[in-house]
T-cell receptor, first 117, second 114 residues
């Protein structure tokens, strides 16, 4: 259960605040992902990073800004969020099957429960 | 892009009975289909997956079947136990040399009653 860690686990912020979510993977994977999980909606892919390079931005509003300084760390910087952004934000990592000799299986972190007031 | 539909949204079975959850996908190029289990307040965890080169895979009480022609895949849980109660998500992706991009279904809340 410690392969992918996320901090903080809970975050309450006002609409004018700036905060950051952190994800760290200890599995030696090359790819990292941010997902948003809202009640009664499917897991929504937000961003994908492969070898530190962003390969997917799923039409995410600019108030969410990802950063991937290396293959083990992923951040999500938050600013001027809206109440509808309240959700569970999940990070995941995987090892690319074709180029990295892995299985593409994504392993999830515990998530950050975000509440925007 | 890919669209994954999942049914039913809720499922209640008695302990010992079987449970079946079905998913359909839209992109015929999808080649990887994992199933995740998420218990309340916990992270999604992979329970089984299948690739497009096989039609069925089994792991103890859990099995997954894939019909590429019809573009649907199903999760089968036999001899259900109370600890099987959770939300189950199916997903589909195309793996093609870059990081896999999973599209998830909306989830099925399984309740196993005594």
């Amino acid at each position: 259960e410690t392969g992918v860690t996320q901090t903080p686990r809970h975050l309450v912020m006002g609409m004018t605040n700036k905060k950051s979510l952190k994800c760290e993977q200890h599995l030696g994977h090359n790819a990292m992902y941010w997902y948003k999980q809202s009640a009664k909606k499917p897991l929504e892919l937000m961003f994908v990073y492969n070898f530190k390079e962003q390969t997917e931005n799923n039409s995410v509003p600019s108030r969410f800004s990802p950063e991937c300084p290396n293959s083990s760390h992923l951040f999500l910087h938050l600013h001027t969020l809206q109440p509808e952004d309240s959700a569970l934000y999940l990070c995941a990592s995987s090892q690319d099957g074709l180029a990295g000799g892995g299985t593409d299986t994504q392993y999830f972190g515990p998530g950050t429960r975000l509440t925007v007031l | 892009g890919e669209n994954v539909e999942q049914h039913p949204s809720t499922l209640s079975v008695q302990e010992g009975d079987s449970a079946v959850i079905k998913c359909t996908y839209s992109d015929s190029a999808s080649n990887y289909f994992p199933w995740y289990k998420q218990e309340l307040g916990k992270r999604p965890q992979l329970i089984i997956d299948i690739r497009s080169n096989v039609g069925e895979k089994k792991d103890q009480r859990i099995a997954v079947t894939l019909n590429k022609t019809a573009k649907h895949f199903s999760l089968h849980i036999t001899e259900t136990q109370p600890e099987d109660s959770a939300v189950y998500f199916c997903a589909a992706s195309i793996t093609a040399g870059t990081a896999s991009k999973l599209t998830f279904g909306t989830g099925t809340r399984l309740q196993v009653t005594l």
